[in-house]
């Protein structure tokens, strides 16, 4: 299986986005999937995250109001729409599934499969 996502680039503050995250060879509403990103000199963060069962959603403080995940099961397609973008949104965002425990919950070690990433910056 793998993870492809599409949809980063270059964006002003207050600006939007909508970062994709598309399967191929395993069918992606079976498991839970999460947004990660890191930006340079940090940790990796959860952004997002939808488990696998009843499709409840995790977002982190700083993101609330302003993310939302969801899935297009037709296309196997998990999607990010992010606006109010801020400066401090810039970094590689990569998406993840757990195929394992479909919790849905930002711990990293439990992504068995993980796309290439792709790169979000906000400036003016």
């Known amino acids: 299986g793998q993870l492809v996502e599409s949809g980063g680039g270059l964006v002003q503050p207050g600006g939007s986005l909508r970062l994709s995250c598309a399967a191929s060879?395993?069918?992606?509403?079976?498991?839970?999937i999460c947004w990660f990103r890191q930006a340079p000199g940090k940790e990796r963060e959860g952004v997002s995250c939808?488990?696998?069962?009843?499709?409840?959603?995790y977002y982190t403080d700083s993101v609330k109001g302003r993310f939302t995940i969801s899935r297009d099961n037709a296309k196997n397609t998990v999607y990010l729409q992010m606006n109010s973008l801020k400066p401090e949104d810039t970094a590689v965002y990569t998406c993840?599934?757990?195929?394992?425990?479909?919790?849905?919950?930002?711990?990293?070690?439990?992504?068995?499969?993980w796309g290439q990433g792709t790169q979000v910056t906000v400036s003016s």
């Open positions: 060879g395993f069918t992606l509403d079976y498991y839970a």
């Open positions: 939808i488990n696998r069962s009843d499709g409840s959603t």
């Open positions: 993840a599934a757990d195929t394992q425990t479909g919790w849905g919950t930002p711990n990293p070690s439990l992504y068995d499969y």
